[in-house]
């Protein structure tokens, strides 16, 4: 089994950052793919960010240029930099990893972006 946890949350201006970490234990492949998605109050989970093993990359349209997606293998970590923050960028934020046909998900870490 994997399990995930997200941290890194909390409360920011708008224009702000925040530093997102996604950390995973138990058995994963080094192909892993790992992501970011996230939920707004009312609305669906979305896609954020993902980051292959092989090292490719890619971004929603709405969080490209201001967030960026990286991850370290050797600790089993995912990271999700988030510059320029808009109150329309609050919800909570999961992370997933898919390996093997399978997805785990974080419980989540609430990003508020308000004056």
């Known amino acids: 089994q994997v399990q995930l946890v997200e941290s890194g949350g909390g409360l920011v201006q708008p224009g702000g950052s925040l530093r997102l970490s996604c950390v995973g234990s138990g058995r994963i492949f080094s192909n892993v793919v790992m992501a970011w998605y996230r939920q707004a109050p009312g609305s669906q989970r979305e896609f954020v960010a993902l980051s292959t093993g092989g090292g490719t990359t890619n971004y929603a349209d709405s969080v490209k240029g201001r967030f960026t997606i990286s991850r370290d293998n050797a600790k089993n970590t995912v990271a999700l930099q988030m510059n320029s923050l808009k109150p329309e960028d609050t919800a909570v934020y999961y992370c997933?990893?898919?390996?093997?046909?399978?997805?785990?998900w974080g419980k989540g870490t609430l990003v508020t972006v308000s004056s």
């Open positions: 997933k990893f898919r390996q093997a046909g399978m997805d785990y």
